[in-house]
């Protein structure tokens, strides 16, 4: 009976019959499993202040004055568990993803120097460390199924910085 009845379906597909299978009942939609996450920074404040202070330029040309970290310290990006990705991951999807540059660590060290450039009949005021950086950030999970989970977790990130005024 078996043979008769792949026959019966070789005949109708080189005849050009109909022949339709039904579904399995268990089949279902289909996803390709990923995760995707974004980033909104919550706060940020100074966390080093490595080198801060004023320089004024009362002459007619730009001047270069060197200035020296008063301070040495290592701040490291951190993240929270339900966050799910390492590290490197998530300082490379923070700086492709917002404005932010953070770094995963930064090392200052005291007496290291650095140059400050001030234009003509201006005074400039500057600071020289890392911030630290808060966001919060949403993890969508989808499975194979197509079902689609989400997720909040922290990062305190550190994002080496220069504000001059």
């Known amino acids: 009976m078996r043979a008769a009845g792949a026959a019966l379906i070789t005949v109708l597909a080189l005849s050009g ?18 995760v995707t996450r974004s980033y909104s920074q919550t706060s940020s404040s100074w966390w080093l202040i490595a080198a801060g202070g004023t320089v004024e330029n009362p002459k007619a040309k730009e001047v270069r004055e060197e200035v020296t970290f008063d301070t040495s310290g290592t701040r490291s990006t951190s993240v929270a ?68 989970t989400t997720s909040y977790g922290t990062v305190t990130a550190a994002d080496p910085t220069t504000e001059t005024s």
């Open 17 to 34: 019959g109909a022949l339709t299978t039904a579904a399995p009942a268990s089949a279902s939609e289909q996803c390709d499993p990923h």
């Open 81 to 148: 568990a339900e966050v799910g990705a390492k590290v490197d991951t998530v300082v490379a999807e923070i700086n492709a993803k917002t404005s932010f540059s953070v770094t995963k660590t930064i090392t200052f060290t005291k007496g290291r120097k650095t140059t400050i450039v001030v234009g003509p009949h201006s005074t400039v005021h500057y600071k020289i460390g890392v911030k630290q950086r808060k966001f919060l950030v949403t993890s969508k999970r989808t499975y194979s199924n197509c079902k689609v």
